[in-house]
């Protein structure tokens, strides 16, 4: 392999879609050619397009909460409190040890929802923007304006933050309607915004297991509604796992219609639905297979961090694509790989060289021991390794 910044090629190194070793060219920014290797040897190192990381908060990463959660509502209410007493050089702190984290998985692309509200005003989005540019060379930070349970965008004053945040360098909208009194129209008040703005939408919706309490099939009808086809993402929607299969079938045609894009969390919904006094029963998560099958992109996030929600975690994609395939069953690599790495499941000659090198000998053995020592490559040039 050739090093000191721009790489030329990779010999003998093994695929995530197909058996065999291969030898990958590289030219410029590009990957130039794909081709079966002449050797036999076993390969030492496993390339992949490089991670994307669809749903993160790196603002209350790493938040050293007082204790852990007993419910997806008392860690909101937690995080509320203690959210209160960050300054932007915390919140700036917490989101870059995140980010070099991610860099150090492997990951080009994070999306991180930052909190917006009444009581903090700019200051998550400031810190965030903050460690961004830390690490711009590394990664590309997405930042959702996140409206949290404190922010219903129904409200004048959260429409008028949110907006401010997105004039400060958020690039899409989001929020937590099953927070707010009415779900509904607080969501089409997010969607009227959006549309209003002409940007994106990633929002955190039916993230309970209530089929009384679901919003999730007039959010879409709302966003066909207003023209939003394309520019939508559900972030959680598990209270699918709970409906009936024609209902499930109904509302999934629905959301590939509307191009949709389903964001599953496979840690966290494991971790925080069906918590209680007892085992879990249901597992929370939305039906990955069933969504996949109806033609859904469906993407995985690992969301919180060591924070008020979930006591664990390190925002690695290949994390969850092995809690993934435990928990919805998916065998096949192919939307394990599109799932973390931004709809792309193999790497293919032509397009731009974004890759990660792993030192495993295929996509199940770095399933199976979720190796560190990896190699991010951007636009054809090596990435200065970060410390695991
Ligand atoms: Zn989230």
Redesign the pocket.
């Known amino acids: 392999m050739s090093g000191g910044g721009a790489l030329r090629n990779f010999s003998g190194v093994a695929l995530g879609d197909r058996p065999g070793s291969f030898d990958i060219e590289l030219r410029g920014e590009k990957i130039a050619s794909i081709t079966p290797s002449a050797g036999d040897a076993p390969a030492e190192w496993l390339v992949l397009p490089a991670f994307v990381n669809f ?1 993160t ?1 790196a603002n209350r990463s790493f938040a050293a909460p007082s204790r852990r959660p007993v419910s997806l509502a008392d860690a909101v209410a937690a995080s509320k409190f203690e959210r209160a007493a960050a300054s932007v050089d915390d919140v700036c702190a917490r989101a870059g040890r995140l980010l070099q984290r991610a860099v150090a998985h492997g990951t080009a692309l994070i999306r991180t ?1 930052t909190d917006v509200d009444a009581a903090t005003g700019m200051r998550d989005i400031e810190g965030v923007l903050g460690a961004a540019a830390g690490v711009a060379d590394a990664i590309d930070v997405e930042i959702v304006a996140f409206a949290n349970a404190a922010a219903d965008p129904a409200r004048v004053e959260t429409r008028e933050l949110l907006a401010e945040a997105l004039r400060k360098g958020a690039t899409l909208l989001g929020a937590v309607p099953a927070m707010y009194e009415r779900p509904l129209a607080s969501a089409e008040a997010l969607l009227d915004l959006a549309a209003d703005l002409g940007v994106q939408v990633d929002v ?1 919706l039916d993230e309970h297991l209530d089929a009384a309490a679901i919003v999730l099939e007039q959010v879409v009808d709302a966003s066909m509604e207003r023209g939003l086809e394309g520019r939508v993402a559900i ?1 959680h929607g598990c209270v699918l796992s709970v409906l009936q299969d024609a209902a499930v079938a109904r509302i999934l045609d629905k959301m590939a219609a509307a191009r949709i894009k389903l964001v599953v ?1 496979p840690a966290l919904n494991l971790y925080l639905q069906d918590r209680g006094d007892r085992s879990p029963r249901r597992r929370g998560l939305a039906p990955v297979q069933e969504a996949l099958r109806a033609g859904v992109e469906v993407r995985f996030g690992s ?2 961090v060591r924070d008020w929600f979930f006591p664990w975690g390190d925002a690695d994609p290949l994390d969850e694509a092995y809690v993934g395939a435990l928990a919805a069953h998916i065998d096949a690599p192919e939307p394990l790989l599109a799932a973390v790495c931004g709809g792309r499941s193999g790497l293919r000659a032509g397009e731009r060289a974004d890759l990660v090198l792993i030192p495993a000998r295929s996509f199940d053995d770095a399933l199976a021991r979720r190796p560190g020592g990896r190699l991010l490559v951007r636009r054809g040039r090596l990435v200065p390794p970060r410390p695991r």
């Open positions: 749903h908060h929802h955190h972030s969390q969301d919180n």
